[in-house]
């Protein structure tokens, strides 16, 4: 059985876009969805956090958002390692970052730099990887969670694809745009529904076969 580490943010977690709203059963967040449609030739680890940017600190929570930070502990936590899907870049676009969907895709290299560098003992089989670009945010009347990204966020949310395709390609590594079967629940114009949350899962499946050979 393969084993596969699902590395993201909120919509990795499985936050919910209603404002208070519980985080989304087990069964209905992506990588058990990515799981369940492989139909038992994989596990699917999934590591989400809210907030978590690619490679930018962010004081602001007890928890540590830094992915490029944590992403080598959990390298060796779940080694040996089939594949990577990253999901991230959402959170870069907020001003206190980098704001642009090139930058986080600058940090996306960096992440796939890490994987690689990381399995570099004699033995070591350094797994697959897949970048995927987040859906796009879009127009909410929530009164808060736009004012997080500022005013270009929706427009840079946009050029993720085209950013992140871009970086697979210097790097070999497959590429996935969740924006093509997935989009925010206008409540808060960033988290998804349940159904969109799983939809990520099913589009991914067919690449992840193909990437390992299933």
Known sequence: MKTILAFGDSLTFGANPIPGGARHPYDDRWPTTLERVLGGQARVIAEGLGGRTTVHDDWWDAADRNGSRILPTLLSSHSPLDLVIIMLGTNDLKPFHGR???????GMRRLVQIVRGHYQK?????????????????????PEMMLHFGDDAILQSKLFARWYKQRADEY???????????????????????????????????????????
Do not use: M
């Open 100 to 106: 642009t969907a090139q930058e986080a895709a600058n």
């Open 122 to 142: 004699p033995g070591d089989t350094a797994p697959k990887i897949i970048l995927v670009a987040p859906p796009h945010l879009c127009d909410t009347d929530h």
């Open 172 to 214: 070999g590594v497959a590429f996935f745009d969740a924006a093509t079967v997935a989009s925010p629940d206008p409540a808060d114009g960033v988290h998804l529904d349940a159904e969109n949350t799983r939809r990520i899962g099913e589009g991914l499946a067919p690449l992840v076969k193909e990437v390992l050979g299933l």
